[in-house]
């Protein structure tokens, strides 16, 4: 029985999210890119149609098969490594308002990812000046706002802390207001320092799926920590 065309296409789609996940994985390719390559590598020359990409959220749920399969010795204290530092970073910055987002949020971080931060303050300057004051080597460039392209990129900082590498996005506060609704499947786009001590509390590090969730969120500094 010859598929339906239907079928034929979810099949397909699901194939480039798994290649995709595998790449996100395996080489801490971004998102866009690894959707590119995997769907070169399923379709070859064939130009594929916009609806036969899959979306992040499918290949994020790849991601998390591809883990579970191939990293369950390694990701795990990988995450949880990540997230303490994490945690470590908010708390120095708490006066200006940070939240996480990405990868180290949402429990799919693996070696190649950086902690990826969102503050809200008055200007990026104070940032800057509290980053340096505290004799922290700062880099400085754009992302584009979470908000689309109708508003103007952010400035982000990015910095070291205990080898791993900060990137935190500086918003206007102004900017809060409705950054904490959830994703379309129910889990968390950013969470803040209180959240993140629950999510780390409740979830075991060996067991960790990532997969927190907006309804479930609850609103000492280590030797040698700049701060």
């Known amino acids: 029985m010859t598929p339906a065309p239907n079928d034929e296409l979810q099949q397909l789609r699901a194939q480039i999210a798994a290649v995709a996940a595998r790449l996100v994985a395996q080489d801490g390719a971004d998102y866009g890119v690894a959707k590119r390559k995997a769907a070169s590598q399923v379709l070859g020359d064939q130009m594929p149609a916009s609806n036969l990409l899959p979306d992040n959220a499918e290949v994020e749920e790849e991601v998390r098969r591809y883990q579970a399969l191939f990293q369950g010795d390694s ?58 004051d505290k004799k ?53 786009q950013r969470a803040d320092a209180g959240a993140l001590r629950a999510l780390m509390e409740q979830v075991a590090p060996e067991t960790d799926t990532g997969a927190f969730r907006a309804p479930h969120q609850r609103r000492p500094r280590e030797s040698g920590d700049p701060y």
Do not use: C
């Open 136 to 188: 922290v080597d700062i880099d400085i460039s754009e992302t584009p706002h979470f908000k689309g392209a109708r508003f103007d990129p952010v400035e982000t900082v990015s910095f070291l802390w205990h080898k791993e590498g900060v990137h935190a996005e500086v918003y206007g506060l102004d900017d809060l207001r409705g950054a904490l609704k959830p994703r379309a499947d129910g889990r968390a």
């Open 75 to 132: 990701q795990p204290a990988r995450l949880q490594r990540l997230r303490t530092i994490a945690l470590q970073v908010m708390d120095a910055l708490g006066d200006f308002k940070p939240y996480l987002t990405g990868p180290v949020l949402n429990g799919t971080a693996g070696e190649h990812d950086d902690i990826r931060l969102q503050l809200f303050a008055d200007s990026a300057k104070d940032v800057q000046i509290f980053l340096l």
